[in-house]
């Protein structure tokens, strides 16, 4: 028997805390529990007593022979090739009704034609075919500018999965300053189940950046919280994105309060905004670095552990997000197809154009450069992530951010970690 690898140990208030960022396990450990690490750290042999069975069971011991990087790294292959499911994020339009100076959407025009919205359903009738499930993500620009394509394209997609038997989920990432209750009823009609709205702090900030385009001096945040109340009122559920930058950061108190106040405080959580496009260099001065954005995010934690909301937890994962994963995909209005949304609406970082494909299975016979390196990235290939104790929680961060400086960009658990870990304590006490 010999400890983990992916063991994290923390003292607090006298106390020894263990964490396994690989089973997320957190222990407060005993003397006899500390003799036995202690133990099997000097390669004595021990007894495989109830004590020692259980701290194997939540991983903080393991076989003398297990290769836990080896374990890892292939579940993560497993995962990233799976064929459990088809994952679309679709903007039916690349238009956009606001102006926010750190995107580079919605100066795009147009909607998704007939035609291409025929040959996403082509495309999606055949995985479901063959039993896949079905995950759709409208997006944009802003996608309700484009709704009765929505509509239209929800009504075919569902009745496709009810044929096949396939399980079929949707969500929307919005601006939110469109709803209206007929519009939420109409998304909850067709299945809709989930939707990310963002917010920029506090409305005097909100205002200054997410501003309408057509008409830059009228307020958008009362009228966009009031609507996420209404799409929580009728039972969607509502991911509110608080974007992160160092405006936001010395206002979250208040915000916090104010969502509270509003029942929304357990919908809350950030986003680091990173200027990580050609277009939002210039806000650039006033994002946070990893390292900030981590400080951030743990006192947030602290702010919501005070106030008896629900705190967040690291969590393992196999794969970081869909660009990670084989059969997911993001397709613009013009039918072009990424890997990452971070990528759309530019060209060059196409993988391809959806239209040209007389079969789907040619995107991967002859996949061009931008597939192949998201396709081929992994954190195994770089040593500080092979050596890392938070592999699990992270398995090398973002991938599009990674591939922009060259190696895997840490997540924020790496600088704040222990602060979580010593939550979870109080929280238990």
Not at 199 to 205: A, C, I, K, V
Not at 320 to 325: I, K, T, V
Not at 413 to 423: A, F, P
Request: hydrophobic share 35%; net charge negative.
């Amino acid at each position: 028997m010999k400890e983990s690898r992916y063991n994290i140990s923390v003292e607090h208030n006298g106390k020894y805390l263990m964490f396994n960022s690989r089973t997320i396990a957190t222990a407060v450990l005993d003397r006899p529990a500390l003799d036995i690490l202690d133990a099997v750290r000097q390669g004595i042999e021990i007894e495989k007593t109830d004590l020692v069975k259980e701290m194997k069971r939540v991983g903080f011991l393991v076989d003398d022979d297990a290769d836990e990087l080896q374990q890892l790294e292939m579940n993560y292959n497993l995962g990233k090739y799976e064929k459990d499911g088809l994952g679309l994020v679709i903007a039916p339009t690349m238009a956009c009704n606001f102006v926010c100076p750190y995107c580079f959407e919605g100066t795009q025009k147009g909607i998704m034609s007939e035609e291409l919205q025929n040959k996403i359903i082509s495309i999606v009738s055949d995985f479901a075919e063959n039993g896949q499930n079905i995950n759709i993500t409208w997006f944009g620009g802003e996608p309700l500018l484009a709704k009765e394509t929505i509509y239209s394209m929800s009504e075919q997609l569902i009745e496709i999965c009810q044929r096949e038997k396939v399980d079929y989920e949707a969500g929307m990432i919005t601006n939110g300053y469109l709803l209206d209750e007929e519009t939420v009823l109409k998304l909850k009609e067709y299945k809709l189940s989930s939707m990310q709205i963002t917010l920029d702090g506090l409305s005097e900030t909100h205002n200054k950046k997410r501003k309408l385009k057509n008409n830059s001096e009228v307020p958008t945040f009362d009228r966009i919280l009031e609507n996420i109340l209404l799409v929580k009122k009728l039972k969607i559920d509502v991911a509110i994105r608080i974007n992160m930058d160092k405006d936001t950061q010395r206002e979250l108190e208040q915000l916090l309060e104010l969502m509270t106040e509003n029942g929304l405080g357990e919908d809350l959580y950030l986003g680091h905004l990173q200027a990580n496009t050609d277009s939002s260099k210039e806000f650039a001065e006033n994002c946070l670095n990893t390292e900030e954005f981590a400080c951030v995010c743990a006192d947030f934690e602290n702010l919501l552990f005070s106030k008896n909301l629900q705190t967040d937890y690291p969590a393992p994962t196999r794969i970081g997000c869909g660009a990670d994963y084989l059969y997911s995909y993001v397709i613009d209005a013009d039918g072009e197809m990424y890997k990452c949304w971070n990528d759309i609406g530019i060209k060059a970082n196409s993988i391809g154009n959806i239209c040209a494909l007389e079969e789907f299975s040619q995107l991967m016979q002859n996949p061009n450069k931008n597939y192949t390196e998201y396709l081929t990235w992994s954190p195994f290939k770089f040593e500080k992530c092979r050596e890392c104790s938070i592999l699990p929680i992270c398995m090398g961060g973002c991938q599009y951010n990674g591939r922009q400086a060259g190696e895997p960009i840490c997540e924020n658990w790496k600088y704040e970690l222990e602060k979580y870990i010593k939550l979870k304590c109080d929280a238990f006490n």
